[in-house]
């Protein structure tokens, strides 16, 4: 087995060790690419090609050899087994996954052995948005999920992260690294697209009175009034903001 692999599954866990009841720390998502810095029993240790994250994932087998050329652009696009609308799976392709398009049937394209989505649900990898607030806003009231990266459950980190790697930018997975990959200031007055840190937290401005966030307490991606996030973090978690800068 080739050490660099791409992922063939709509989505897989990256724990913290290698045990089944260990803490999901993050997601690869469908045609992400990987590469195997150890192997145990049942897990291989790994790190990502795009953020360079580490962890274990569960043994399988994966793609030696992908070519994604496109990429899911909706938050979730259902598989079929078929090219037909009557071959429904039970899975979905999770936004942002990179695809290979195999082969071409009407208005589906093949992705994977048994794997078929709808050519309406992706566009070209190298096509980038600016929309920033429209792809914020795909994952309100998607639950909250520690080490989540998609529909089924996502952080906040990995929500602002997502953005970044949609648009083929690099940008780290935690908010340990976030806050340190920009230089920022702290303000009183906030404008669309600025990204606010406190203590393990992180939120998008989508103007400048709103901010969108993946909120614990909430237990999902909720829109809320800035100000008021800003006093409800410091009275319930005594937590002030630490840094602010622009998308």
């Not at 290698?18 to 810095?37: D, M, R």
């Not at 909120?215 to 100000?227: A, F, L, S």
């Amino acid at each position: 087995m080739k050490n660099k692999l791409y992922n063939n599954k709509p989505f897989i866990n990256i724990y913290e060790k290698p045990l089944l009841n260990s803490n999901i720390s993050s997601q690869i998502l469908f045609g992400e690419k990987f590469k195997i810095i150890e192997k145990t029993k049942k897990f291989y240790r790994i790190i990502t090609d795009f953020d360079k994250y580490k962890g274990y994932i569960l043994k399988s087998k994966f793609n030696d050899y992908y070519k994604p050329s496109h990429k899911v652009n909706v938050l979730k696009a259902r598989v079929y087994k078929l090219p037909n609308q009557n071959s429904i799976s039970n899975y979905f392709l999770p936004f942002s996954s990179e695809i290979e398009i195999i082969k071409k049937d009407k208005n589906f394209v093949k992705v994977e052995k048994n794997m078929w989505i709808k050519q309406s649900c992706i566009i070209s990898k190298n096509k980038k948005r600016k929309d920033y607030k429209k792809i914020y806003k795909l994952f309100s009231n998607c639950k909250y999920l520690w080490g989540g990266k998609t529909y089924n459950g996502i952080d906040c980190s990995a929500l602002v992260q997502i953005y970044y790697k949609y648009n083929n930018n690099y940008f780290p997975r935690d908010t340990k690294d976030q806050i340190k990959f920009k230089r920022g200031k702290l303000k009183t007055k906030f404008v669309s697209g600025d990204i606010i840190f406190w203590k393990g937290h992180v939120a998008v401005c989508i103007n400048n009175k709103h901010l969108i966030h993946a909120y614990g307490p909430k237990k999902k991606v909720i829109v809320m009034p800035i100000e008021k996030t800003i006093r409800l973090i410091k009275n319930t978690a005594n937590l002030k903001i630490q840094k602010i800068f622009s998308i």
